[in-house]
């Protein structure tokens, strides 16, 4: 009788220890995949500043360019204003968050390709070498924003996997792990672009 209870004594002590170890790695797993999220979204932040503080110079080379529409400058540099005062940490990343953030920065854009559309009428802006470099610069830097986006989703995506998988979700949720908001495409992207000849 002695021994079946020490069995069973044993028996509940190695469960536990297993538990134990398995709640002490999943755990540590989901603290390492919340700071890959960290992360990525950090490098998302670092990718469209670089493209705000690019403005600056696009829009100082193009007030040196004589009748510059004045009304173009203005929108970018409001939209950039608007841009760089929408900021969030990862521990953020709300739907609602998300969505403010990719208005803004849609704003950016829109106010960039406006800008660059303005400008096919400037030949001699267009021919201006620092006005070249920029614009080179800045379809590197949007190349980076989506490489950038695609790695965040990613991230979230691994993240959101294991914190709502069974059985880690049970212990996701006792530490207070949710799912997290990734970009979503931009409004109109699921629709083809029309080409007419």
């Known amino acids: 009788m002695k021994g079946t209870r020490n069995v069973a ?3 509940i002590v ?3 220890l297993i538990f134990g170890v398995w709640g002490c790695n999943g755990y540590n797993g989901v603290i390492k995949q919340d700071e890959s999220v960290k992360k990525a979204w950090n490098n998302v932040n670092t990718e469209y500043q670089k493209r705000a ?3 600056d110079n696009l829009v100082n080379t193009v007030k040196g360019a004589a009748n510059f529409e004045q009304e173009t400058l203005t929108k970018l540099v409001e939209a950039r204003a608007k841009a760089t005062s929408v900021n969030f940490t990862a521990d953020q990343l709300t739907p609602e968050n998300i969505a403010k953030f990719q208005e803004v920065q849609g704003q950016m854009t829109g106010a960039l390709s406006r800008l660059l559309a303005v400008v096919e009428n400037y030949p001699d802006l267009k021919a ?3 006005f070249t470099k920029l614009q080179g610069q800045l379809e590197g830097i949007e190349n980076d924003v989506r490489n950038s986006r695609k790695s965040f ?3 979230i995506n691994r993240y959101n996997t294991k914190v709502r ?3 880690m979700n049970l212990l996701a949720g006792m530490f207070g ?3 997290k908001e990734g970009f979503k495409a931009d409004e109109g992207a699921e629709k083809a672009p029309k080409v007419q000849f």
């Open 53 to 55: 503080d690019l403005v």
């Open 14 to 16: 190695g469960l536990l």
């Open 153 to 155: 989703n990613e991230e």
């Open 177 to 179: 792990f949710k799912a």
């Open 9 to 11: 004594l044993l028996v």
């Open 165 to 167: 998988s069974f059985p």
């Open 128 to 130: 201006n070498q620092n």
